[in-house]
């Protein structure tokens, strides 16, 4: 037993529990939860396989970003959980079958056979100089170079499209124009007028100039 | 051609450098925070602070339950029963109470009163300790009285001539 | 087994030498800012729990370890105990990729740089799960601020950073800060001065310290996220926020201000004189300056308002990073030195 293997039976059991709450929670944002969960501990695994770059990638992107959304949305939802259930009993027969069907399938493509330990050779290990990130960047912008800028396009246009799709126009606002008031300065609203002192106007002179308050400085009190 | 400018400009950052310097120069400043229960701030003769009932320089207590300062007190703080005294027959409170958390020391019950019975004395740091003894007495403020009467006769003396 | 274990207890041994000298920083750095702010307001600071008040911070620790925990009525019981610990976690979790001397780091990571984005944006399902948890408006309205707030000025930090790695070609903290070696005119400060201070305001908003502190706005949501938190889950908040504080402090150092280098390297007399100074001290000097400017900050500048922040973090701070990533693809492909000396190649 060493400290990895130590590691892996840990996150590999909490990805399992994650991944079960995910499917089992009656609450939907403590099941959004149960999915970060997962992630985080998919995370761990990979990093264990000295895939440094794609673990935190997937940390960074998919629990800070994608799941945070996530959140919000399910958060915001208010959802009428009775309406879920009611046609529960009635697809049951029918989710089983599909459910078998599909783990069969699954088990007929990646069986112990196809997949176990003995078809896949043990990856080579990496001396401590070996930088997956590097290996990555070079992959990306050499074999992939194509690939990858497109895939950089059809993000971008996804971006623009879903901007377009949720721009209203402009409305008639009654908001702030925050350049207006950043512009604002001090000589287009402050009009320093020096008045002349005339003589009061009850009558009475000024005895004396009022003295300007001065704090003495230095000293305690 | 100012607005470029003024663009230009906002990107030094020379409003918040202003800002901070202000606040850079402040940290320097002789300090000014008084170290309470050490050091106090000068009190005014007029200060209004806790509540007492004065006595007359033989022993009897000013107070004729005139209900004037009950009436003129803006918070309802006090309230006050009235009869005749059981052993002379004159005019004298049964009942006389301020609550503590009511009154907001506005000094009216104080001005209103045509004998100078209740006043405020410069007691200000003060504390109850338990339910129900944030309300006053007749017993506890003229036990007040008694015990800061020079205080508060030397007070009215020097306010004198402005009343 | 055994060496297992001892393995464990080595590890454990690290993650202590770097946690509890920072929940002690964390502690007098509470301490330091009331006392600067209240000499900034021309007050004096806490000054009687011990000489000048030097206890103060002990005093609050045991004050808020003995109050009780109050769970709201209608709330999720389980993530309102788990959300100031998962807020708490990365914000601990984060520093074990710091270099704090040449080999002197927990992780010498080749993704510690990505490592730490990532672990501030988790910090981020703390303060969601706390306001929601909640069962209460306020809570509510201050994680919704919070999250938007993070999740926005951590995409003007990021590309704030991509300058960091371009300038470096690395990373590595570790590569970062040797990239910069060579004295105080080598440090990235200079070619990356308007990142460095996008990357210091987006630090400071995204610890949620004013005049970014929307999320807590005492003054409109009471407490923001926080609100029904007291005793000592309202402690775990508090020290994150702090450690947060600190660690981008440090971070700043490291990414613009050649983290554990002598200022003075290169210059003749200065450099021997100051020799025997080590790294730790300057790296923590530095992030000492950085985190008194914080709290400065704080005394300074009133809170923004909501419309504003969204404002400067999406419309000022990501046009002025690409359009400073653009000059920065410039400066490097020219060489331009002592920074970029001999990588004109790209």
Redesign the interface.
């Known amino acids: ?3 990895e293997s ?1 590691v892996f039976y840990l996150f590999a059991t909490l990805t399992l529990v994650g991944a079960i709450g995910v499917i089992t929670m009656r ?1 939907a ?2 099941a959004v ?1 149960c999915l ?1 969960l997962t992630f ?1 501990s998919a995370a761990v695994l990979w990093m264990l396989l000295e895939a ?2 794609l673990a ?2 997937l ?2 992107v998919y ?3 994608v799941m ?1 959304l996530f ?2 949305v399910v ?1 915001m939802l208010d959802v009428d959980y009775a309406s879920l259930k009611a046609g529960y009993t009635k697809y049951l027969p029918l989710g089983i079958i599909t459910a078998l069907a599909l783990f069969g399938g699954i088990y007929w493509v990646i069986r112990s056979e196809v997949f176990g330990v003995e078809q896949m050779p043990e990856p080579a290990k990496h001396g401590a100089d070996y ?4 290996e990555l960047g070079r992959l990306l912008y050499t074999d992939y170079f194509f690939a990858f800028e497109v895939a950089g396009v059809i993000l971008l246009v996804a971006i623009v499209a879903a901007i377009s799709l949720t721009f209203r126009g402009r409305r008639d606002r009654r ?2 124009s ?1 350049p207006m008031q ?2 604002a ?1 001090k000589e287009e609203r402050l009009r320093v007028v020096s008045m002349e002192s005339g003589p009061r106007q009850d009558g009475q002179e000024k005895t004396e100039k009022k003295k300007r308050i001065r ?1 003495k ?3 305690g ?1 | 051609m100012s607005k470029l400018k003024h663009f230009f400009k906002s990107f030094t950052l020379r409003d918040l450098l202003t800002g901070l310097r202000i606040t850079g120069k402040h940290l320097w400043r002789r300090k000014v925070t008084i170290q309470f229960p050490e050091e106090q701030t000068p009190q005014s003769p007029r200060f209004r602070g806790l509540h007492a009932l004065r006595r007359y320089p033989n022993g009897e207590e000013r107070c004729i339950g005139c209900k004037l300062c009950e009436a003129v007190c803006p918070a309802a703080a006090i309230t006050i029963d009235a009869g005749p005294r059981q052993s002379d027959g004159t005019r004298r409170t049964t009942r006389y109470e301020i609550d503590m958390f009511k009154c907001i020391y506005c000094g009216f019950c104080e001005e209103s009163c045509p004998v100078d019975s209740i006043v405020e004395t410069r007691v200000m740091d003060y504390h109850f300790e338990k339910r129900g003894d944030h309300i006053l007495t007749k017993a506890q403020l003229l036990a007040i009285g008694d015990k800061y009467e020079e205080q508060i006769a030397e007070d009215r003396r020097q306010d004198a001539k402005y009343r | 087994m055994l060496d297992m274990i001892i393995d464990f207890f080595v590890i454990g041994a690290k993650i202590g030498l770097i946690l509890l000298p920072l929940i002690l920083a964390v502690a007098y750095t509470t301490y330091a800012e009331r006392k600067i702010i209240g000499y900034m307001q021309m007050r004096l600071g806490p000054n009687r729990v011990g000489p000048k008040g030097w206890l103060q911070p002990i005093a609050d620790v045991i004050k808020l370890l003995m109050k009780e925990v109050v769970v709201p009525s209608g709330s999720n019981k389980a993530l309102f105990l788990l959300a100031p610990i998962l807020f708490i976690a990365p914000s601990f979790a984060a520093w074990a990729v710091i270099p704090f001397d040449v080999e002197l780091a927990l992780a010498n990571s080749d993704v510690g740089l990505l490592y730490i984005l990532a672990m501030t944006s988790i910090a981020v399902y703390g303060v969601i799960i706390a306001g929601w948890a909640s069962n209460s408006k306020y809570a509510l309205l201050g994680s919704l601020r919070s999250a938007s707030q993070i999740i926005s000025y951590e995409i003007a930090m990021g590309f704030a950073l991509v300058g960091v790695l371009m300038a470096s070609g690395s990373m590595n903290l570790g590569e970062i800060v040797k990239a910069q070696d060579g004295g105080l005119l080598h440090w990235f400060w200079i070619p990356l001065l308007p990142l460095l201070v996008i990357y210091w305001v987006s630090g400071v908003a995204e610890t949620n310290r004013a005049p970014f502190d929307l999320p807590e706005g005492e003054s409109e949501i009471v407490a923001g996220f926080h609100v029904e938190y007291a005793g000592i889950s309202f402690a775990l908040f508090f020290l994150a926020e702090y450690a947060n504080m600190i660690l981008i402090s440090v971070l700043t150092t490291l990414f613009f201000f050649g983290g554990w280098l002598n200022p003075f390297q290169g210059i003749p007399f200065v450099e021997e004189v100051t020799g025997w100074i080590p790294g730790i001290a300057w790296l923590l000097l530095k992030a000492g300056f950085f985190l008194f400017l914080m709290i400065w900050l704080r005394a300074t500048f009133p809170r923004y308002r909501y419309d504003q922040i969204m404002r400067l973090g999406w419309k000022v701070f990501i046009p002025v990073t690409v359009v400073w990533l653009m000059i920065l693809t410039f400066m490097i492909k020219a060489g331009v030195g002592p920074w970029f000396t001999g990588r004109g190649v790209l």
């Open positions: 037993m060493t400290v130590v609450n944002v403590q939860l970060v985080f440094e770059f935190v990638t940390v960074l629990v800070g970003a945070v959140l919000f958060m930088s997956n990130v590097t908001g702030q925050v950043h512009q300065s704090r400085k230095g000293g009190s």
